[in-house]
């Protein structure tokens, strides 16, 4: 639980313990003080409050980068000034995304030809590509259902019980049924064969992840994949063809759905 409730009137200010003669009382929290204070002091006062945050390093209950080699550190620093939703003014940058799409992609095997490009987005972190994707999936059955003339109200999507949060955030934001495979005792991944056992008509994908939230493991991508074919061809009249999501956990900024 994060703790944001301020406990007194002495919480409102931040103390400065490195004296000087721009900050000779404490600073306002929540306001801006009347008097204005030099860089250098306000940098101070911020990094030892930010001390007293736990250490990336020690955290192993969520997935964060801990370290990098300097020079990815200093090509974020360089980039930090560009204002990336004006992709038109940054051309190269849009370059580079769409290299590192492609690079996925292709390790991944997905079905990219020669000369062919893979189509994807980049985005600040997993959740952000899971609604992206989970979205796509929608829309496109949607599409499928009203051309056939059918209900298109109740989505589903199926899951294992160890995925990260933002798949049941995704379900709940955007009116979609959550099924979740449960785990057993010594199997700590999504079971392929219960998952396709939950598909039906409504279903718009099936998530698999590299990397399960609670262990770590790799799920059987390719035993799905092939469970789900087998059941869309001998049901295509009434299933909907879901595909499989493959949701990559390397860390928070490297999750990226495959469509």
């Given at each position: 639980?994060?703790?944001?409730?301020?406990?007194?009137?002495?919480?409102?200010?931040?103390?400065?313990?490195?004296?000087?003669?721009?900050v000779?009382?404490?600073?306002?929290?929540?306001?801006?003080?009347?008097?204005?204070?030099?860089?250098?002091?306000?940098?101070?006062?911020?990094?030892?409050?930010?001390?007293?945050?736990?250490?990336?390093?020690?955290?192993?209950?969520?997935?964060?980068?801990?370290?990098?080699?300097?020079?990815?550190?200093?090509?974020?620093?360089?980039?930090?000034?560009?204002?990336?939703?004006?992709?038109?003014?940054?051309?190269?940058?849009t370059?580079?995304?769409?290299?590192?799409?492609?690079?996925?992609?292709r390790?991944?095997?997905?079905?990219?030809?020669?000369?062919?490009?893979?189509?994807?987005?980049?985005?600040?972190?997993?959740?952000?590509?899971?609604?992206?994707?989970?979205?796509?999936?929608?829309?496109?059955?949607?599409?499928?259902?009203k051309?056939?003339g059918?209900?298109?109200?109740?989505?589903?999507?199926?899951?294992g019980?160890?995925?990260?949060?933002?798949?049941?955030?995704?379900?709940?934001?955007?009116?979609?049924e959550?099924?979740?495979?449960?785990?057993?005792?010594?199997?700590?991944?999504?079971?392929?064969?219960?998952?396709?056992?939950?598909?039906?008509?409504?279903?718009?994908?099936?998530?698999?992840?590299?990397?399960?939230?609670?262990?770590?493991?790799?799920?059987?991508?390719?035993?799905?994949?092939?469970?789900?074919?087998?059941?869309?061809?001998?049901?295509?009249?009434?299933?909907?063809?879901?595909?499989?999501?493959?949701?990559?956990?390397?860390?928070?900024?490297?999750?990226?759905?495959?469509?």
């Amino acid at each position: 639980m994060v703790l944001t409730h301020v406990q007194s009137d002495e919480a409102a200010a931040s103390a400065a313990v490195f004296a000087s003669r721009y900050v000779q009382e404490p600073v306002p929290s929540y306001e801006l003080g009347e008097k204005s204070i030099s860089k250098d002091a306000a940098y101070q006062i911020i990094h030892d409050e930010l001390l007293l945050d736990g250490s990336p390093r020690l955290n192993l209950a969520s997935f964060v980068t801990t370290w990098m080699e300097p020079e990815c550190d200093r090509l974020i620093l360089e980039g930090m000034n560009k204002n990336y939703a004006d992709m038109d003014e940054y051309p190269v940058t849009t370059e580079l995304q769409n290299r590192c799409v492609n690079i996925i992609a292709r390790l991944f095997n997905a079905p990219v030809g020669a000369g062919e490009t893979a189509v994807g987005v980049g985005t600040v972190g997993s959740s952000e590509a899971i609604m992206l994707a989970g979205l796509a999936f929608k829309r496109r059955w949607q599409n499928r259902r009203k051309a056939e003339g059918k209900p298109y109200d109740r989505p589903n999507i199926v899951t294992g019980a160890n995925v990260q949060v933002c798949w049941e955030k995704f379900a709940r934001y955007f009116e979609v049924e959550l099924k979740e495979v449960k785990l057993s005792e010594g199997c700590y991944v999504m079971d392929p064969d219960k998952a396709v056992e939950m598909v039906d008509e409504n279903t718009i994908c099936v998530a698999a992840i590299l990397g399960s939230t609670l262990t770590g493991e790799f799920e059987d991508v390719k035993r799905l994949n092939d469970l789900l074919a087998a059941k869309n061809k001998r049901t295509r009249s009434a299933c909907s063809d879901p595909p499989a999501v493959l949701q990559i956990r390397a860390s928070e900024i490297s999750s990226v759905p495959v469509l």
